[in-house]
Nanobody
Framework: QVQLVESGGGLAQAGGSLRLSCPASGRTFSNYAMGWFRQAPGKEREFVACIRSCGGLAYYADSVKGRFTVPRDNAKNTVYLQMNSLKPEDTAVYYC????????????????WGQGTQVTVSS
């Protein structure tokens, strides 16, 4: 069992930065690919970023590539989402996700979800 609790959301201006954190409970954190999805009002939940269980290779949605990074610290059981050059279209609830696969892009692959944290970007 893995429990995820996001923090770090809030209000930012366009062009600004925010960092989300997601500490995980459980002793098998390093076995899971970790990452983030987001869901805007009236839209489906969409993939944002994912990092492999051992760290290293990360994957990003085209809409955030070059602006967001997804580092993880296995010693702290924590994954982060560093968001730079924020745009109003990044406004959404952001969800931390964990999956027992090498890498994921689909909600169907996720084993555990966090409760979500709101990110609002003003123009």
């Amino acid at each position: 069992q893995v429990q995820l609790v996001e923090s770090g959301g809030g209000l930012a201006q366009a062009g600004g930065s925010l960092r989300l954190s997601c500490p995980a409970s459980g002793r098998t954190f390093s076995n899971y690919a970790m990452g983030w999805f987001r869901q805007a009002p009236g839209k489906e939940r969409e993939f944002v970023a994912c990092i492999r269980s051992c760290g290293g290779l990360a994957y990003y949605a085209d809409s955030v590539k070059g602006r967001f990074t997804v580092p993880r610290d296995n010693a702290k059981n924590t994954v982060y989402l560093q968001m730079n050059s924020l745009k109003p279209e990044d406004t959404a609830v952001y969800y931390c996700a964990a999956a027992l696969v090498p890498v994921f892009r689909s909600v169907r692959e996720i084993n555990y979800w966090g409760q979500g944290t709101q990110v609002t970007v003003s123009s």
